[in-house]
């Protein structure tokens, strides 16, 4: 290590920084964060510098900078453009044995400040000792997209009970085992949802009563299109963290692939020329893992309250008062659509969409093909390869022009993705001739031409 990481208190101590311009007034700023007591020294300030003194949050002395300056500061940092005072400055806060940091000159620092991700009260801090900054901002950028914004709301409650949960327990490896089920069970998801109030009684009654059988929870998560990089930050924060998975065939492989290693994974989706687990099963699995205490992930695709039936399955959990969430996944639509270039609405060809099943039942599709077959809409037909000849019969019949363009979708977003475009009219043919598999999505609407030039992902 070429520096020791420390976290130094600096609340109300005097701090000094040299120079007045845009980065002087970052450094300022990160400083005011840590509630340091600033004093600036800079002969011209920029606005934001002045305004900050102007409301009293920081002493700014507007002169050139004087050896007496560093007298008594905690830390010193010079951001300036003059190399010379630059090197006076670090000079005579070394001599003073101040800590000082030069804005990109590493060979003048006493320390250097890090990359920060701030869920304070956890800070976490990134260097590469100077080596490769950039390379420590991208790392910072990974953690701030894993970790959740409402830690810093987890570790203030935890703190609030850190006295309580030590009288209670002696042993260290007690206390270790209480905080780990908190902080990645259902109390830390209560937090994170921001029931901070609920998470307060729920600790308190585990301290009451720490042998009480424990329900788990269950989350409704939407796995998106395909694509995993589509999937939203909680979803894989959730996949992560449960112990039973339960999915379908709408769930990429991909997808699947980034659950935690070590959970159990049950396929409910139809296998081979087997029928599907009914709903009304998957309903109860649900309930009876949750009962088990474990957090159980109901991993969908798309979004679960988009054709998903979601509503069904948390319907059965709130019956049987099993907490539960539900995380909102990119929706066929969304997905298929972004990837083929085809924008579901246009300030010139289409005003509104819809989306709608085109699920077969006893060979119709029970839809207001009135309202369906307009100009100016996109209509989104999920599950309709097999009633396509249908759909297409319907939307004429009900005043569509024959020409009306339309897209085919398969497998959005995911490496198979492919598309047809073709016509209303001319639909079923392409459903009888071509090899189109499901998951196919339909699109129907003007704004299917603008795939000619908007076309980005299988050209
Ligand atoms: N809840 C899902 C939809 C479930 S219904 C969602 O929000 O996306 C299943 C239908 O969704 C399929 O028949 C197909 O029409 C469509 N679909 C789902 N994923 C798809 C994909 N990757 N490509 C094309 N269509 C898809």
Redesign the pocket.
């Given at each position: 290590m070429n520096y020791l990481p420390i976290f130094i208190d600096i609340k109300q101590k005097p701090c000094l920084v040299v120079g007045g311009g845009d980065i002087a007034y970052r450094k300022i700023n990160l400083l005011l964060k840590a509630n340091a007591q600033v004093n600036c020294i800079a002969k011209e300030a920029c606005g934001n510098i002045i305004a900050l003194a102007d409301d009293n949050k920081i002493t700014l002395t507007q002169r050139n900078f004087e050896s007496s300056d560093v007298d008594a500061q905690r830390l010193i940092i010079s951001a300036t453009d003059n190399k010379q005072l630059n090197a006076e400055v670090s000079d005579l806060a070394n001599f003073a044995n101040i800590p000082v940091n030069v804005v990109d000159s590493p060979d003048l620092c006493s320390f250097i400040v890090p990359s920060i991700v701030d869920r304070s009260p956890i800070v976490i801090a990134i260097s590469s000792a100077g080596k490769a900054p950039v390379l420590a901002r991208l790392i910072r950028a990974k953690l701030e997209s894993t970790i959740p914004h409402a830690y810093g709301k987890l570790a203030e409650l935890a703190g609030s009970f850190r006295d309580k949960v030590k009288s209670k327990f002696d042993n260290i490896e007690d206390r270790r085992y209480f905080w780990e089920r908190v902080f990645s069970g259902v109390i830390a998801e209560k937090v994170f949802s921001g029931k901070v109030d609920e998470a307060k009684v729920d600790i308190q009654a585990q301290l009451d009563n720490t042998n009480s059988s424990e329900v788990g929870e269950v989350y409704l998560v939407g796995g998106g299109?395909?694509d995993p990089d589509l999937l939203t930050f909680k979803a894989l924060r959730l996949m992560q963290q449960a112990d039973v998975v339960l999915y379908d065939r709408?769930v990429s492989k991909d997808v699947v692939e980034l659950v935690r290693r070590d959970a159990e994974l049950v396929y409910v989706g139809k296998k081979c020329d087997r029928h599907a687990v009914p709903q009304g099963d998957i309903n109860q699995l649900l309930v009876d893992f949750a009962k088990q205490g474990r957090r159980v992930c109901r991993l969908?695709?798309?979004?679960?309250f988009?054709?998903?039936r979601g509503g069904e399955e948390i319907e059965t959990l709130a019956e049987n008062n099993i907490p539960f969430q539900v995380v909102p996944?990119i929706?066929?639509a969304s997905?298929?659509s972004a990837y083929s270039g085809i924008p579901l609405t246009h300030r010139d060809y289409s005003q509104s969409c819809r989306f709608v099943t085109g699920h077969l039942k006893d060979g119709t599709m029970n839809l207001p093909w009135d309202e369906l077959a307009v100009e100016h809409q996109t209509v989104v037909f999920?599950?309709?390869l097999l009633g396509a000849q249908h759909l297409s019969e319907q939307m004429i019949a009900h005043g569509m022009r024959d020409n009306m363009p339309v897209a085919l979708?398969?497998?959005?977003?995911?490496p198979e993705h492919k598309v047809w475009t073709t016509t209303l009219a001319e639909l079923p043919n392409v459903v009888a001739t071509e090899t189109i598999k499901?998951?196919?999505?339909i699109i129907v609407g003007e704004v299917v031409k603008l795939r000619e030039k908007l076309n980005w992902f299988d050209v």
């Open positions: 299109p395909g709408l969908k695709g798309g979004d679960p988009i054709f998903g996944g929706t066929a997905g298929c999920y599950m309709a979708v398969e497998k959005g977003t995911t499901a998951p196919t999505l």
